[in-house]
C-alpha cells in the first residue's frame, strides 16, 4: 500500500524546478471511478478533488462574513433530534438549507435500515473497536485528513475531537439512527457544517499551508477517502476475522453508510452502490494514498493515550498499541512508530481468530482459556471506554478557529 505518494514524490523532489513540482502536485491519482457505479448510476463525472460542498460552503461563508456563527453555534446546542423543530432565531437562509439537509432522499430504503440496525445490535461491540482503532487509525495514515484535523481547532483539543468522532459512531449504530427521534442524521447534518468552516477558515493556517499539497481541504473525494476507513475497513475486517455476516444485514449496513454520506454533504454519483464498487473505489483512492505524515504521528499517538485517565488496565498505550498493529499490519504501525508489544501481539497473531470464531459459535473449544478471557475483558474495557468518551453532552459546532500551534 505504500506506493509513492504526491507526498514522498515531493520530499524526494527537491532538485525539481518550480514547473516540473507543479506538475507533481497535480493529482498523482486521477478519479477515474465512474459514476455508473454510484447509487444513482450516473453523474458528471466530475473531477471530485476539486469540489467541497459549494451550496454548504457558501453559507457558512456568508454566516462568517456576518459574524454570525457563535451565535448560530449556541442556538443549534439543543437541536439534537432528526424530527425535532428547528430552534427559533436562526437566519433564514440557514433555516432553510437545514430543512432541506436534514430530509432523507429518496432513495432511502426502511427495510435496508432495519436490517442494518439488526447488524449493530449483533456486532456493535466489534463495530466499536473497529471504528475506534481501524478507522481512528487509519485517519491519521490518510495524510490530506491527518493535516487538516491536526492544523484546524480539532488538534488543539483532540479529547474533544474524539468524543465528537465518537458520537457519529455511535450514533450511527442506534436502532433509530434516521427516524424522527434518532439523532444520526443531525450529527451528520452539523458534521457537514463544520467540513463547511474548515474550508473557510483552514486555507489561512499558515502551517496547514506549508504542510499541505491540496488548495481545498475536504474535498468530496477527500470525504470519499475517509468514507471508505469507516464501512469499507470494517467489512474488509470482519471478512479477515470470518465473522459470518447475513446478507441482507452487509447491505443493510452499507445502505446505513451511503445515506450517512449523503446527509455529510456528498454526492450521491460518487457513493458507491454496492460492497463491490465500494472495494474497486477503495483501492483506487483509499489504498494508494496511505502514509504516515508527522501529523498523523502525533495523532496516532494520541490516540494511543486515550484510556490513559482511566482505571482500566487493559486499555493501556501497550495494548491498544497492539490492537492498532494486528488490525492495520506491521507495515502502518512501523511508520507511525507504535511498537510491537511483547505479549499481546503474538497472543493476537494466534489467538485472535479462533477466539472470534468460539465468540461467534462456528468453533466449539480449540484456544487457551486465559487468552480468551483476556480478549473478552479487553472487549469490555473497550466499551466502557468508548461510553466515557460519550458522557458528556457532546455539540458538534463550526470551529471559527484554527489550531494556534
Ligand atoms: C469534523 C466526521 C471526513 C476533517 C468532523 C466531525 C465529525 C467528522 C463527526 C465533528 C467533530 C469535531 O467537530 O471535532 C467525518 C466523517 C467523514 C469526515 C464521518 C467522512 C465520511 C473528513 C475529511 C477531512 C475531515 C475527509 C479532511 C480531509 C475534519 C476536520 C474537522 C472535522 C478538520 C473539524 C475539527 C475542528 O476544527 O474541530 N468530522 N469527517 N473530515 N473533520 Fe471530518
Known amino acids: 500500500p505504500h506506493a509513492l505518494t504526491r507526498r514522498t514524490a515531493l520530499k524526494g523532489g527537491a532538485a525539481l524546478s518550480a514547473a516540473s513540482a507543479l506538475a507533481v502536485i497535480a493529482p498523482a491519482t486521477p478519479w477515474t471511478w465512474s459514476p455508473a457505479q454510484s447509487v444513482p448510476g450516473t453523474g458528471s463525472g466530475a473531477d471530485p478533488h476539486r469540489v ?17 456563527i457563535p451565535t448560530v453555534n449556541r442556538l443549534l446546542k439543543h ?32 427495510g435496508k435500515l432495519a436490517a442494518a440496525a439488526r447488524f449493530n445490535e449483533k456486532r456493535g461491540t466489534y463495530l466499536g473497536v473497529i471504528y475506534g482503532f481501524v478507522s481512528g487509525m487509519l485517519s491519521t495514515v490518510i495524510p490530506h485528513e491527518a493535516r487538516a484535523v491536526y492544523y ?21 449504530g442506534t436502532a433509530n439512527a434516521f427516524a424522527p427521534d434518532g439523532e444520526h442524521v443531525v450529527t451528520c447534518v452539523k458534521t457537514r457544517l463544520a467540513h463547511a468552516g474548515v474550508r473557510h477558515i483552514l486555507p489561512r ?59 455529510l454533504g456528498i454526492a ?12 474497486s473505489q477503495a483501492k483506487q483512492v483509499l489504498d494508494p494514498v496511505i502514509d504516515a505524515t508527522p501529523e498523523g504521528i502525533k495523532l496516532a ?29 506491521d507495515q502502518i504501525a512501523d511508520d507511525l512508530k507504535i511498537p510491537r508489544e511483547p505479549v499481546w501481539s503474538p497472543m ?30 479487553f472487549l469490555r474495557q473497550f466499551v ?16 471559527v478557529m484554527n489550531n494556534p500551534h
Not at 467541497?52 to 462568517?64: K, M, Q, S, Y
Not at 488548495?215 to 475497513?233: K, N, R
Not at 494520541?302 to 493501556?316: A, E, P, Q, R
Open 52 to 68: 467541497g460542498d459549494p451550496e454548504c460552503d457558501d453559507l457558512v461563508a456568508d454566516l462568517a462574513r456576518r459574524g454570525e
Open 79 to 110: 437541536w439534537t433530534r432528526n424530527g425535532q423543530p428547528l430552534p427559533d432565531g436562526l437566519p433564514h437562509d440557514l433555516h432553510e438549507f437545514l430543512q432541506r439537509a436534514v430530509a432523507l432522499p429518496s432513495w432511502t430504503d426502511r
Open 152 to 172: 484546524s481547532w480539532g488538534g488543539s483539543a483532540m479529547k474533544d475531537r474524539i468524543s465528537k468522532t465518537a458520537k457519529l459512531g455511535y450514533d450511527i
Open 205 to 263: 493556517s499558515p502551517y496547514w499551508q506549508h504542510a499541505a499539497d491540496e488548495e481545498l481541504p475536504i474535498s468530496q473525494a477527500d470525504m470519499m477517502v475517509t468514507w471508505h476507513s469507516l464501512p469499507t475497513s470494517a467489512m474488509r475486517q470482519f471478512r479477515k476475522w470470518g465473522v459470518p455476516v447475513a446478507a441482507d444485514e452487509s447491505a443493510g449496513f452499507l445502505h446505513s453508510w451511503q445515506l450517512t454520506a449523503h446527509a
Open 268 to 279: 450521491d454519483e460518487y457513493i458507491p452502490s454496492s460492497w463491490a464498487s465500494a472495494e
Open 301 to 329: 499517538h494520541m490516540l494511543l493515550d486515550l484510556g490513559k485517565n482511566l482505571d482500566l488496565s487493559l486499555v493501556s498505550r501497550g495494548v491498544l498499541g497492539a490492537i492498532t498493529r494486528f488490525m492495520l499490519g
Open 348 to 377: 493476537l497473531e494466534v489467538s485472535w481468530g479462533p477466539y472470534v470464531a468460539v465468540r461467534e459459535g462456528i468453533l466449539q473449544a480449540g484456544m487457551p482459556p486465559k487468552a480468551y478471557w483476556l480478549f473478552d475483558e
Open 384 to 399: 466502557l471506554l468508548y461510553m466515557s468518551e460519550l458522557r458528556l453532552p457532546i455539540s458538534i459546532q463550526i470551529p
